[in-house]
């Protein structure tokens, strides 16, 4: 079954810093999603991209954050500096369309991001 | 802004009985709803969802509930088994990209 891919799964990095997390989606989707999950907390959405550009971001999206399609694959979000409250599993997703009927996200199995 | 709410953090239930879980939103253009379910260390996996039009859809042991009225979906699981033990979140869309998540109940079936 078509997987969507993370890595690394778990990353530690000191505040201040960059950081950059990689999905690999499956290949004839079109619509790409991070979300996170604070520990304890809910699942948010953080940013949708579709046809090259983002297409939907929270307020939690600010200028610290960016993605990009490099290439046909990958798919990454990055955080160029990092704080303490980045802490979370990070969460890739993604769908051959838009929602629904009987469509769900394929999500991955996740990036537990620490900020120490 | 919590527009998906789930407000029991976890069930018990002993093996070959229902188990129902239970959201709330807030938002009444919300017009598709999802559940998924989560093991530890793993991302969400699509479970069942249920558009707007519909009261009731169901997949095997798995059934969700809608009502539109009292803004409440619910998912029932018969029988219940030790391998459905995980954490299950219900998640609610306006047809757009975006879908808010509630917190998440963590089941426990009991052998």
């Known amino acids: 079954e078509p997987e969507v891919t993370q890595t690394p799964s778990h990353q530690v990095t000191q505040m201040g810093q960059e950081v950059i997390l990689r999905c690999v989606p499956i290949?004839?989707?079109?619509?790409f999603y991070w979300y996170r999950q604070i520990l304890g907390q809910k699942v948010e959405f953080l940013v949708s991209f579709y046809n090259n550009e983002i297409s939907e971001k929270s307020e939690i999206f600010d200028d610290q954050f960016s993605v990009e399609r490099p290439d046909g694959s990958n798919f990454t979000l990055k955080i160029r500096s990092t704080k303490l409250e980045d802490s979370a599993m990070y969460f890739c997703?993604?769908?051959?369309?838009?929602?629904?009927?009987?469509?769900?996200?394929?999500f991955g199995s996740g990036t537990r991001l620490t900020v120490v | 802004d919590q527009q998906v709410k789930q407000n029991s953090p976890s069930l018990s239930v002993q093996e070959g009985r229902i188990s129902i879980l239970n959201c709330d939103y807030t938002?009444?253009?919300?017009?598709?709803f999802l559940w998924y379910k989560k093991y530890p260390a793993e991302g969400p996996t699509f479970l069942i969802s249920i558009s707007s039009i519909k009261d009731k859809n169901e997949d095997g042991r798995f059934t969700v509930f809608l009502n539109k009225s009292a803004k409440h979906l619910s998912l029932h699981i018969v029988p219940s088994q030790p391998g459905d033990s995980a954490v299950y979140f219900c998640a609610a869309a306006n047809t757009g990209n975006q879908f808010y998540f509630g917190t998440g109940t963590s089941l426990t079936v009991i052998p």
């Open positions: 997703a993604s769908t051959a369309r838009r929602t629904g009927a009987n469509y769900g996200y394929t």
């Open positions: 938002n009444s253009m919300f017009d598709y």
């Open positions: 290949s004839n989707h079109l619509y």
